[in-house]
T-cell receptor
Framework: EAGVAQSPRYKIIEKRQSVAFWCNPI?????LYWYQQILGQGPKLLIQ????????DSQLPKDRFSAERLKGVDSTLKIQPAKLEDSAVYLC???????????????FGEGSWLTVV | GESVGLHLPTLSVQEGDNSIINCAYS??????FIWYKQESGKGPQFIID?????DKRQGQRVTVLLNKTVKHLSLQIAATQPGDSAVYFC?????????FGAGTTVTVRA
């Protein structure tokens, strides 16, 4: 079974530029998550989709971050304009149903590493 | 909200010894707990989970212990191998939302 696919794996941009990350979840998984992981910290949830609807975006900096999952499958996370503090790994994850609970394992992709200079 | 903390940020263990990684959480309503392993340059990988109605669960070479009284869980790795070198995260679910600790870096000495 293919895992969560993400691209690009690495990106270096200057501050105030824009960047977009793409994610394709595990086939059949209804729930898709974007996490931000700053070096030395655990992942922090940015946004959670259930099919093509947003379930939780309470920690998404909406002035610069946006995400969509138009057809309920793959998703794009965009940052515009980027700041130095956005340097992090952006992890996409998916699960068959919504939310973290027993029997609904959340699987992570390998991440997209962003450096803002 | 939920606060998740690890007791030690790093752990060095001799190959073949057992490893114990500890984690504390703050919200007594948390009902589901997961341990993830993250190798360098990769995403977190599910290791083992436990529900709040259990106090122990075993997998292959790993055991998770949950003490709800003191809001503490631990991951035990038996016969630690070089491939176990990684950052280990505990994650705690409250109202279906997952909060991660900062991670413990485990280094296995040959």
């Amino acid at each position: 079974e293919a895992g969560v696919a993400q691209s690009p794996r690495y990106k270096i941009i200057e501050k105030r530029q824009s960047v977009a990350f793409w994610c394709n979840p595990i086939s059949g998984h209804a729930t898709l998550y974007w996490y931000q992981q700053i070096l030395g910290q655990g992942p922090k949830l940015l946004i959670q989709f259930q099919n093509n609807g947003v379930v939780d975006d309470s920690q998404l900096p909406k002035d610069r971050f946006s995400a969509e999952r138009l057809k309920g499958v793959d998703s794009t996370l965009k940052i515009q304009p980027a700041k130095l503090e956005d340097s992090a790994v952006y992890l996409c994850a998916s699960s068959s149903r919504g939310g973290a609970h027993s029997g609904n394992t959340i699987y992570f992709g390998e991440g997209s590493w962003l450096t803002v200079v | 909200g939920e606060s998740v903390g690890l007791h030690l940020p790093t752990l060095s263990v001799q190959e073949g010894d057992n490893s114990i990684i500890n984690c504390a959480y703050s919200n007594s309503a948390s009902d589901y707990f997961i341990w993830y392993k993250q190798e360098s340059g990769k995403g977190p990988q599910f290791i083992i989970d436990i529900r709040s109605n259990m106090d122990k669960r075993q997998g292959q070479r790993v055991t998770v212990l949950l003490n709800k009284t003191v809001k503490h869980l631990s991951l035990q790795i038996a016969a630690t191998q070089p491939g176990d070198s990684a950052v280990y995260f505990c994650a705690v679910s409250n109202d279906y939302k997952l909060s991660f600790g900062a991670g413990t870096t485990v280094t296995v000495r040959a």
